[in-house]
């Protein structure tokens, strides 16, 4: 029981994590230089920020990195209940995912690269180059939709795997299987449907919230083993 316990631990620190470093790259760098539908503005905030903007990209490849390794802790920690679907859990969920974090960094790199206006890039006139530039902001968000495929995906073997545990609460399973999956299928239909920056906001949002309905799970649980262990000892 020790044993499981730790692994539980270790995969939600990674979590924590991987999430709390990629809302950075996500969600409050991007809110404070781009400008949606304004190429102009976008750029003149990446030209006066670009410490913040690298650091952007910094932390959106640390988190994908992070995440590589958020599957591989739950494998660990579940493969005793199915390994087939621990193995199609880490494929969804690492393999197939920071794959997409790490090529995506390549947009924000050619963005920057416009906004500097380097040499090579003289043949185009400042308006041509940050029109460029928003393009790959644009690009990055599809490809960030792209991802939410996966994203959503691995949330199915993951809750059937809580959910067949006797050491994990149900609930998760149901919510990893069912209320995250509907939530999944609305937030891309949006995603989908904006194809823009906040896309980056809205699934942000998304991961806060299956993070907030994870600690609920769990502190539910704790409480109802009180309940139980007070009610004995009377």
Request: charged letters at 15%; proline letters at 3%; hydrophobic letters at 55%.
């Amino acid at each position: 029981m020790d044993s499981i316990k730790t692994r539980a631990r270790i995969a939600g620190a990674l979590y924590v994590s991987a999430s709390l470093i990629g809302i950075i790259g996500l969600l409050i760098i991007p809110s404070m230089l781009i400008v949606k539908g304004n190429a102009t503005a976008t750029a003149n905030n990446i030209a006066a920020h670009e410490s913040l903007f690298r650091w952007k990209i910094v932390c959106y490849l640390l988190g994908g990195v992070l995440w590589l390794f958020v599957p591989l802790a739950l494998y660990r920690l579940l493969s005793g209940v199915n390994k087939t679907l621990a193995v199609l859990m880490v494929i969804l969920g690492s393999l197939m995912q920071t794959p997409l974090f790490v090529i995506n960094t390549v947009t924000d790199a050619a963005a920057l690269q416009l906004v500097r206006g380097a040499d090579f890039l003289s043949v185009f006139d400042k308006p041509q180059r940050d029109a460029l530039a928003m393009l790959c902001l644009r690009l990055h968000a599809q490809i960030e939709v792209a991802g939410l495929i996966f994203a959503g995906l691995w949330l199915f073997p993951f809750g059937v795997l809580v959910y067949k545990s006797r050491f994990l609460p149900r609930l998760l399973g149901m919510a990893g299987g069912g209320v995250l999956r509907l939530a999944w299928d609305r937030f891309y239909r949006i995603a989908a449907a904006r194809v823009s920056e906040q896309s980056v906001l809205d699934r942000a949002t998304f991961h806060l919230r299956r993070v907030c309905d994870h600690v609920l799970a769990f502190d539910k649980r704790r409480e109802s083993g009180k309940q139980v262990v007070a009610t004995a000892a009377s």
